[in-house]
């Protein structure tokens, strides 16, 4: 079936089925029906130094609402339907990726709305068939995530089967066909297979191994280990390391060898609520025989800086790859709420040109949130958020060749 009429077919059959709640004959279309939303108001506010561009300001608000059912009084057959749309109010001084001419910067939250999820569910003991769109996060969402940080989160379309048969062992399988959200609503079609396990031998050690194959764009492979132990002094870890091939580039006219790597590494504490981290992420750059590592469809505003200025999914990753050393110190206890800082030192995995020849140097990162949920309202939480990129010596990649901040208050309100 065509990808677009099974999503026309599925949100079809959906918005119908809520025309009506009952049949003639007493069988109920729709029952057990669940309401959740969300409205999120904020405020954001945009500057890079010795640029020709404006500081941008965005007050936008998303508005999410979901709507699931029980179907055709069928146990365990759910129909889900969603819709978001942000709206900035008329105040539009900012612009969005695809503005020309540009005369402020970048805030990616366009003025629009869409269908979030539009999905029919079945599950028959430890298995769940899933088909129609949904919002899919997908480990620690470095390589499938929804970017739910902007405000027009990203969907995806997908036939998938989750099943956890095994005690302890969970395999996801999905066939992707479509994506939409973030910058725009159009759906961007695709022939992709997503495959992800999981295995929890202990608290100490998870096992996780995945393969995302995205068309014709990259294949992502790897293996991840993670765990917690202590009850004092908690402790928790992640290892990680990933392979990228690129078929259109492995299998096609030119001679790039598409050989890119990935390497995560994590060591985390929290004692008494008092957080301390160090972290270690490697994303490979390129060369005249190799292609960058680039996790296209990843929440990637979570890592590598707030400012988004080594956004990869937009940006691209730096010719000579990326690699950030970061450290996070905080404060986390009920009542007071969560203050969580980071400091980024970005280098370059090969060396790229700067003024004065080469270098690695690709500067500097501080990154600052609080974020408490506001009294005697449930579900209502206010958060403000800062970040502030100062340049290295690079100066062939264009998004880091000037200093930037960038700052948030915002509101999110849950039902």
Do not use: C
């Not at 919002?135 to 995530?145: H, K």
């Not at 078929?247 to 008092?274: H, R």
């Not at 502030?388 to 000037?402: E, L």
């Amino acid at each position: 079936m065509n990808k677009k009429l099974l999503s026309n077919t599925l949100t079809v059959v959906l918005l119908g089925s809520t025309t009506y709640l009952s049949a003639d004959d007493g069988i109920n279309i729709l029952s057990d029906i669940k309401i959740k939303g969300e409205l999120r108001p904020r405020y954001e506010i945009a500057a890079v130094s010795d640029n020709t561009l404006e500081k941008a300001q965005a007050f936008t608000n998303r508005t999410h609402l979901v709507i699931s059912s029980k179907l055709l009084n069928v146990d365990n057959l759910v129909a889900i339907i969603g819709l978001q749309s942000v709206n900035n109010f008329g105040f539009t001084n900012y612009s969005l990726p695809a503005t020309a001419p540009k005369k402020y910067e970048v805030i990616n939250d366009p003025n629009a709305a869409m269908l979030s999820e539009a999905s029919l569910e079945y599950k028959l003991g430890n298995t769940k068939a899933h088909a129609g769109r949904s919002q899919l996060n997908l480990d620690n969402q470095r390589f499938i995530g929804t970017v739910g940080w902007r405000q027009l989160e990203r969907s995806y379309d997908t036939l998938s089967v989750t099943n956890n048969d095994i005690e302890n062992f969970n395999i996801f399988v999905a066939y992707l066909y479509g994506y939409g959200g973030v910058g725009s609503v159009t759906t961007t079609e695709t022939n992709s297979v997503l495959l992800h396990a999981k295995y929890k031998v202990s608290e100490l050690l998870n096992i996780t191994a995945y393969d995302y194959m995205l068309g014709s764009v990259s294949d992502t492979y790897g293996l991840a280990l993670t765990g917690k132990l202590g009850k004092e002094m908690k402790l928790s870890y992640r290892g990680e390391y990933a392979q990228q091939s690129n078929p259109t580039l492995e299998y096609g006219t030119t001679n790039v060898k598409a050989d890119a790597y990935y390497v995560n590494l994590d060591l985390a504490t929290n004692i008494s609520g008092f957080i301390a981290g160090l972290n270690y992420e490697l994303l490979s750059g390129s060369d005249a025989s190799k292609t960058t590592f680039n996790p296209k469809l990843g929440t990637n505003h979570k890592f590598n800086g707030w400012a988004d200025v080594f956004y990869v999914g937009a940006n691209g990753t730096p010719t000579g790859g990326l690699i950030d050393a970061n450290l996070r110190l905080g404060y986390k206890t009920k009542g007071f709420g969560k203050l969580l800082a980071f400091y980024h030192n970005f280098t370059s995995d090969k060396k790229m040109s700067s003024a004065t020849g080469t270098t690695n140097n690709l500067g500097s990162e501080i990154d600052i949130v609080y974020v408490n949920k506001i009294s005697y309202v449930n579900g209502l939480t206010g958060l403000a958020k800062f970040a502030s990129y100062s340049k290295g010596d690079v100066n062939s990649f264009a998004n880091a060749q000037n200093d930037k901040q960038v700052a948030w208050l915002q509101v999110d309100y849950k039902f």
